[in-house]
């Protein structure tokens, strides 16, 4: 069944609300975010309100139950501002909860997403070890039957939100090798045995905290597995960034509109040999190249959220995979782009922390690594078009 989203009057309504925080509320709010390394928790309460931790989820399960299309718009919005407010509810709305939303059992739905989509259960997503990134299939965290439950031992690597999260989607292995061996549980953050290493000193996003989460015989029970049935969790690990995929792809269209703007004003505004540096042209042609790349990613995006849309929820079709693996990788280097010409367009002042193309430029590098390097999607679309797969008709 396609997935039309909330109607178009609501939609516009709610999107303006949204443009209007980012400008007045989140904008003015990204240097104390800087400085403090943290999202004011009043601006959390403000967030919930505004609906944003329930947007991906039906409403029949208390969400705003957007489309792709309409969520890939609010991410567009929300890139915009510091990376660090997407992260406060970007886990709960996407890798967090989509796995239980996607694959979960009626009662896991009803019990657990009402409380994710009002912002009062934290969730985030836990697939990378120490010695799994991009081979995710080869993760060692292990699972081992106990009654009716699991005892789930190992190191989850790089979690975002793990400092603040209620509880964890997280992979283990229930069987053999690969990802047929892989389960996903949903394990409470306070169960015994669990405990969370030092916060991760990162390169940009600051505001959010990510960490090592680490499992020691940490007792799960068996109705904890997504949909019930052990052995499909790398599966749905693989849908739900899929599916994300898009979402990041939106985000750094955003990031990269907010980095063009910048570049525009400080353009008209910075004068050398008695004129706007924006008179140059060669200022100019970085300007067209940034404006030109957005758009083209703007509108891929755009084109990949409608199919996504159009097909069944869940459906496996090879070309979709193709199209969000194209969009996350032309989106995100794209994106890394724009900041980097934006960097050049402000000389110097680029490389001073007063400005809000340097944050941008460490924030923006991020896209390009987490839910799928460059690389990986390469190798996806790269297979998938040898298995004789039409894309663009
Ligand atoms: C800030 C941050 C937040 C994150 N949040 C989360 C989270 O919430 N949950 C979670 O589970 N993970 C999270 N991650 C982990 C992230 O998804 C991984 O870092 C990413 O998937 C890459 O894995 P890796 O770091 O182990 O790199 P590696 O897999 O070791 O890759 C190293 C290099 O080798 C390349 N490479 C690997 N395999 C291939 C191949 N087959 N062909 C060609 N090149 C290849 C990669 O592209 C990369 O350039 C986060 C990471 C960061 C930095």
């Not at 009002?118 to 699972?143: N, V, Y």
């Not at 990269?256 to 008695?274: H, I, N, P, V, W």
């Amino acid at each position: 069944m396609s997935h039309p989203g909330v109607d178009t009057g609501s939609f516009e309504l709610f999107l303006s609300s949204l443009q209007r925080f980012v400008k007045h509320r989140l904008i003015p709010l990204e240097r104390y975010v800087e400085e403090h390394d943290q999202v004011p928790p009043e601006v959390v309460q403000e967030m919930k309100e505004l609906g944003l931790f329930g947007l991906s989820i039906p409403e029949e399960y208390g969400g705003l139950g957007l489309s792709m299309a309409q969520e890939c718009r609010v991410a567009y919005e929300i890139g915009q501002t510091s990376l660090a407010f997407r992260g406060v509810f970007g886990t709960n709305i996407g890798i967090g909860s989509q796995g239980i939303l996607m694959d979960g059992t009626e009662e896991q739905k009803r019990t657990i997403l009402p409380r994710v989509a009002s912002g009062e259960l934290l969730m985030a997503f836990a697939l990378t070890e120490p010695d799994a990134g991009t081979d995710a299939a080869s993760l060692k965290t292990q699972a081992v039957a106990d009654g009716d439950s699991f005892l789930l031992s190992g190191t989850k690597r790089f979690i975002s939100n793990a400092p603040f999260a209620d509880a964890f989607t997280l992979m283990a292995r229930t069987g053999g090798s690969g990802g047929e061996g892989i389960s996903a549980f949903i394990v409470p953050a306070d169960a015994k045995g669990l405990s969370l290493g030092n916060p991760d000193k990162k390169m940009g996003q600051r505001g959010t905290k990510t960490c090592d989460v680490i499992l020691d015989q940490v007792q799960v029970p068996a109705q904890n597995i997504i949909g019930g049935i052990p052995g499909q969790g790398f599966k749905t690990a693989m849908k739900v960034l899929n599916r994300a995929r898009l979402h990041l792809a939106a985000v750094g269209c955003g990031m990269a509109k907010r980095a063009l703007d910048e570049s525009l004003t400080y353009a008209r505004e910075r004068k050398q040999f008695g004129q706007p540096i924006g008179q140059f042209q060669l200022i100019q042609a970085m300007l067209a190249d940034s404006q030109a790349e957005l758009l083209a990613a703007w509108s891929l995006v755009k084109s990949c959220a409608k199919r996504f849309d159009a097909l069944p929820a869940g459906s496996p079709d090879p070309s979709m995979r193709v199209m969000t693996s194209s969009a996350k990788m032309f989106a995100t280097e794209m994106a890394g782009r724009v900041a980097d010409r934006g960097v050049q367009i402000h000389g110097g002042s680029g490389y001073i922390n007063e400005f809000p193309i340097e944050r941008i430029y460490r924030d923006v590098r991020l896209l390009r690594l987490y839910e799928g390097t460059t690389q990986i999607q390469q190798v996806i679309i790269g297979r998938t078009l040898m298995k004789d797969v039409d894309v663009v008709s």
